[in-house]
Every structure is written in C-alpha cells, then in structure tokens.
C-alpha cells in the first residue's frame, strides 16, 4: 500500500496495525455473511462515512452500514434506486465522494463494496479500501471453498450410513446413536449399518447388524468404511455366512494396499427365534443386559481386519432372551476421557447399562449417549456410535 506525504510514519503504523487486526477478525469466521457485516464495520468510520456490501450478483446491497444509523434505510433505498457507485478511484456520485471496489479472490469475482464520504477523499484511504476489500475476499473464497468441503463430506457422511428411520422387524427394536467428532469438514471413520438378509434353510426371518470404527479420518477412511458397509450387504445378501463375511473383507481390505485402513469391527445376526450370531474383530466387546439387570460380555475377540493375510473367525452363538437388550458402541465411549478416567474402565460402561434395565432401545441409545456427554465437560476427540438391540419375543 502507497502512502502519501500527509502519512507520517506513525499513521502508517497504525493503519498497519489496524489491516493487521481487520485481517484476523476476518479470518475467524466461515460465514460469508459476517465477513460482510465485518468488512463494512470497520470500513466504517475510520475509511469512510458509509459502506455497502454486494454478493456476486450485485443487484442490491446485503449489507449497509452508516455512521449515522438514521440514515441507514435511505442510503440502502438511494443504492438501490442508483446502483452502486462506478468502480475506480473515488469521484463525484449524487452527493457524495463515491467508489466502488471489487471482492475478487483467485481470480473469481466474489461481490463488491461501496464507500462514500461527504467530502473529499484521500487517495491513501482509497487504497487501505482497496486492502481491505482484498483480505475480505480472500475470507469470503476461503469460506466458500470451506462451505463446498463441508457439504461433500456431509454428502458422504450420509452416504456412507443407512437411511432413517431404522427397520424396526417385530420380534426386535433396534435403535442408534452416531455423532461425528468433528464440525463436519471431515468423515468420520466409525459406521454403523442394520439389514436384513435372506431367510435361513428353515425359512426364519434373519437381521444383520454391524458397528465399526476405520483407523483414521477422511478420504482414505470413508473408502474403506464404504468398502466395509457395501460388502457385508452383497455379502450377506448372497447367504454367506458371518464367518465366511469377515474372512472376505478382511481379504478386500488387505488388497486395497496402501489405500486400506485398519478396521474394528462387530457383525452379528438376530433372527425371529431370538438366536444370535456374533463375531468381534477388535472391537469393545458387546455387553448383554437381562431383565434383572445384570451384565456379561456378548462374545469373545478376535483380530481385528486389514492386518492378517490369512485369518480365521469364529461365530459365537447364543440365544437373545425377551426382554434381553444388546449393546454395541465405538471406541468414542469406551475411551470418553475425564482426566485420567476413561468411561469404559472397570465396570464404568456396564453400570451405565445395568441403570437401563426395562427401557425400550430408543431409550437406551439416548441414555448412553447422555452417559457419554456428562461423563466429562470436553469436547469428544473421537466419533461416537452406539448400536442397541432389543428382544422383543
């Protein structure tokens, strides 16, 4: 930025202090409609007397601020009539010394302030405009290209998990609990899925459920995670056995090289006469719950995918009891953090079950995820995701 000879060095300093100060406000939001709000506010008094914000389509200011708050309604009524000031160094508009500058960023054209004075316009406040309007637009493109990222990865976020609401087949209530650790920028790894597949050789209507939790985050996961979901679908789908299911996206997941991820995962399946059918692959172990309230494991660990080239599960079998509820949730739970505390030491998880003896499932989920909330006042760092069956008979 130019400076003229009525600038002093100590001016200088401070409109320099002051493009600084404007450029981290203006980095601290993503929305676009503050950035506005805040480029004029700070144009306004110590540029000019007043200023108008423009969106790309520039038909009528989105945003006017004045000095005189009075006046407000008739200068955005005057713009609108008028249009806005020509582009160019400040020259006589109406009443007033007058200027438009536009918001372009990487060559994209993003909107356009105007600024105007009663009274003469120097040339140095012309040109701290001029910055201004650039480090407003680089704000405006980077929340635009923050908005697209985030409404992909929400895209695929939904993508990669089943459609609400749940099937809920009569003999069981299934209900679940997912939230993302992050602001939605970034896909998570943790996944869940409920489907039915087809009847067994004795004709008994069969469920399946999965929960599981990808080694890390974005693209490279929510490959994985949509490689994991869609193959124990087609696989399921074909009557393959759970067994048979895991040995097989394990070997997918090893065969997707570098690209593959480390995955935790519970598959299970329920069928009408309550049997159930469980592998865990280095997974927190399912928790059963009976009517009395009492607590055990669901079944027993196994490695988890994407390590071993050549691995062996094993289905645990065991009947799901009326009344009898199965819990199934991510690392998010068990290592919620207090501290030192983690939620899933000792029996900390168990007895957050054991206090939900008699609810119905949508109940349960909604208690376990209170459970996670209040167990510490910070944030989660991890995805959360919560599975519950419960037997109905």
């Not at 930025?1 to 100060?21: D, I, K, L, P, Q």
């Not at 983690?342 to 008699?358: H, I, N, P, Q």
């Not at 959360?384 to 419960?390: H, P, Q, Y």
């Amino acid at each position: 930025m130019a400076v003229s000879a009525e600038f002093n060095e100590r001016t200088w300093r401070g409109w320099m202090t002051f493009v600084a100060e404007a450029s981290e406000l203006l980095a601290g939001t993503l929305d676009p409609n503050g950035i506005l709000a805040l480029t004029a506010q700070m144009i306004v008094p110590r540029v000019a007397t007043w200023c108008a914000a423009y969106t790309e389509d520039g038909e009528r200011p989105v945003y006017v601020w004045h000095t005189d708050e009075d006046l407000a309604d008739a200068l955005t009524e005057r713009l609108v009539q008028e249009g806005a000031p020509p582009e160019g160094p400040p020259q006589p508009w109406i009443e007033e010394i007058a200027c438009t500058v536009p918001l372009i960023a990487r060559g994209r054209r993003l909107g356009a302030i105007a600024v105007g004075r009663p009274d003469r316009f120097p040339i140095d406040y012309y040109e701290l405009a001029e910055e201004l309007a650039r480090r407003s637009a680089l704000a405006l493109d980077n929340a635009r290209l923050y908005g697209l990222q985030k409404a992909t990865s929400l895209a695929l976020q939904r993508s990669l998990l089943p459609r609400d609401p749940l099937p809920q087949p009569p003999w069981v209530e299934f209900a679940v609990s997912y939230h993302p650790a992050g602001e939605g920028a970034e896909v998570g790894g943790d996944f869940y899925d409920v489907f039915e597949v087809p009847p067994g050789p004795d004709g008994v209507a069969r469920w399946r459920f999965a929960i599981g939790d990808v080694c890390g985050t974005g693209p490279e996961a929510a490959a994985v995670t949509g490689l994991a979901r869609h193959a124990l679908r087609i696989l399921g789908g074909e009557g393959m056995a759970l067994a048979d299911v895991m040995e097989r996206l394990n070997r997918l997941i090893i065969d997707e090289g570098d690209r593959g991820r480390l995955l935790t995962l519970l598959h299970g399946e329920i069928a009408e006469t309550g049997d159930l059918s469980m592998i865990c692959a280095g997974h927190p172990l399912p928790l059963i719950l009976s009517t009395d309230a009492t607590i055990e494991e669901g079944t027993h660990p196994q490695p988890l995918l994407g390590v071993l080239d050549e691995v062996t599960f094993t289905a645990s079998h065991r009947k799901l009891l009326p009344g009898q509820v199965l819990l199934a949730v991510t690392d998010g739970v068990t290592e919620r953090r207090c501290g030192e505390r983690m939620l899933g030491d000792g029996t900390g998880l168990e007895k957050v079950l054991a206090s939900c003896a008699g609810l119905n499932a949508g109940a349960i989920a909604a208690a376990v995820e209170r459970a996670v909330q209040d167990f510490s006042p910070e944030p989660g760092q991890d995805d959360v995701a919560i599975v519950v069956l419960r037997a109905t008979g």
